[in-house]
Each structure stands twice: as C-alpha cells, then as structure tokens.
C-alpha cells in the first residue's frame, strides 16, 4: 500500500512549508507531494522611521518599536508575503522604480524557495520523499531551484515513479486566469502538453495526474466570477459563481481514466468527485491562516483504499 499527503497553494507561507516537512512523521506516509502555487503574491515594505517600522497590509497601517522587528517578520512571512525591512530614503526610491520593485521581488522570492529547500535538505537530503512542483503563479527561476535540490524531487513536465510501481505525471500550467500569471494557456494548447505526458506511461490504472488545474465542471473548480476591474460579481442571487477549471484536464481524466488526480489552484473549492474509477481531489488552501490543507490518499493495488481531507 502506498500512503500520500498531497497540498497544493502554500503561496509563500513560512510555516505551511515547515508544516509541510513534518507530514510524512506527522501523518506516517510514505511521500509528501506538494503542488503549485508555491512562492508569494508580493512585497511588504517595513519602513524604518526613527526607532520604529510600519508597513501596511490588508488595509491596515501597522506600527512597531524596532526591537519587535523580528517577530513582524515573522508573522508577514507566515502569512505568504516578503518582509522587506528598509529605510525611508530607500522606500521612497522603490515607489518610483518599477524595474526596481520587479528585481526586489524576484530576489526575494528566489531567496526563501532556496531557504526552504535547504531546510528540506536537513532531513531528506538524498530520499526521494518530497515530491515538489510550480503552479501558474510560480516563475520560472522556481524550477531552476527545484532541479538542483537534494532533498525534493522536482517533477514539473515530468513522468516520475513512485513506490510500489505507481507513476506521477505533473503539470503546474492552468488554463487563462484575469491575472495573466507566468504559467497559463488556452485549452486547446494546453492540451497537446498534457497529452504529451500522458503518453510516457502505459500504466494509467497505477497513474497519478498532479495537475494543478482542477477539470472543468467538477465541482473542484468553483469560484466568483470577476468584472474587468477585478471586483466579484453580485447578482439578485448574491455572488455570481462559475467554473474555472480547465477542459483539456477534464477530456485527459475522462479519455485515460487514472487511478488519481491531484489538484488546486482554486482554494475555496475543496473536495473530491470521481470521474468512473478516477478520483480526483483539490484540498483547498487557507496559507494565509497559516493552515496546510491536505489529502491523505491510501493507494493499493489498482484502487483507492480511503482518502481523507486533513489540517496540520
């Protein structure tokens, strides 16, 4: 029997991935797969002004003596952002430099997906335990990193084996988002790149899709609907909800039937639907909570033993 955990959308959280270290002792499972989208959304300034800081999130101006620096740090980092501590000369330039702000963004990013997989590396160096992949809102420089850990296995674009003879095809691309992110593509061009990966196994009754897009119309996929400036949709009826997954996902479940499909990318919609003898899960995401959302799969034979979504 194989026994997974499987998350997806930690968003930068800080402790979702130590969280994410400790599920294979915590949950007793043989691997840990965890699916895009894994760096954070944006910067938080922490302006230095005499002998305090303030920054600004979720529409609040918070301020802080200096020597709570380290614990303001911390609560930003948890939460998915990058804490940028800097003085106000230094702030001042950023806010009139795009390019400036880009560059801080990607250092930053860079800078923690290679913190993380070094503390990985204090105790899986060398096992092939943690299965870590990007999703759309991921850059490229992300999987640069991943191929040159030693502790996880980077399984983006790619057909991995797993124990007990189980296969793992990856793909972190979605179908178009409003926010036109780094990994997004219309279905039928996605499409092909998935077929492309379904055809490097023969062995679809022991596969495992990790595709970050949940199918279209499962149920996995639901979320508001957005005008063109952003805001969510209010009909007489109260939000407006709508399928955002992706066909192409859907017509490669239903034409190869795998044993399993993992997925997330929309993290109000958590659950589970069988599509025949596939089943599909999105465990959702609450990041910025600080809590890692997850399904534990137990896998035997060619079946599905159990599966439960869990919190850690």
């Known amino acids: 029997m194989l026994k997974l955990f499987f998350a997806s959308d930690v968003h930068g959280s800080d402790i979702c991935w130590k ?27 922490m302006v230095k002004d005499g002998n305090e800081f303030s920054y600004a999130l979720f529409g609040r101006d ?6 709570k620096l380290g614990d303001e740090v911390l609560k930003v980092a948890n939460a998915g952002y990058y804490p940028y501590p800097c003085e106000k000369e230094e702030f001042q330039q950023l806010s009139k430099d795009e390019q400036a702000q880009t560059d801080l963004f ?25 299965y870590v992949s990007p999703g759309n809102d991921d850059r490229l420089i992300v999987d640069e990193i991943l191929e040159k850990s030693d502790s996880v296995v980077a399984c983006e674009r790619k057909l991995v084996h797993l124990p007990d003879g ?6 972190g691309w979605v179908n178009p988002t409003p926010w036109k992110t780094t990994r997004e593509a219309p279905d039928e061009e996605l499409e092909p790149i998935l077929e492309e990966l379904m055809v490097k196994t023969q062995n679809y009754s ?3 899709c990790n595709f970050h897009a949940p199918p279209y119309n499962s149920g996995l996929d639901i979320a508001p609907m957005l005008t063109r400036d952003f805001s969510v949709k209010v009909g007489i009826g109260g939000v407006e909800l709508g399928s955002m997954g992706s066909k192409a996902v859907r017509r490669m479940i239903e034409k190869y039937k ?55």
Not at 62 to 67: G, P, S
Not at 166 to 171: A, F, G, P, S, W
Not at 275 to 302: D, I, K, M, Q, W
Request: glycine share 10%.
């Open 19 to 45: 969280k994410f270290l400790r599920v294979i002792d915590h949950f007793k499972v043989d691997i840990a797969i965890l699916g895009g989208d894994l760096t954070g959304k944006m910067v938080v300034p």
């Open 206 to 208: 022991k596969l495992i």
């Open 62 to 67: 918070i301020r802080f003596e200096a020597t």
């Open 258 to 312: 795998p044993l399993l499909g993992l997925h997330g990318h929309i993290h109000e919609s958590a659950g589970f639907r069988r599509f025949g003898r596939t089943l599909c899960v999105n465990p959702g995401s609450e990041y910025a909570e600080g809590v890692l959302r997850g399904y534990l799969v137990f896998l035997s034979g060619e079946k599905v033993q159990g599966h439960w979504r869990v919190a850690s």
């Open 106 to 130: 990607n250092r930053l990013m860079a800078q923690r997906m290679q913190e993380w997989v070094d503390l990985a590396s204090t105790r899986f160096k060398g096992r092939s335990q943690l």
């Open 166 to 171: 189980y296969e793992m095809v990856t793909c």
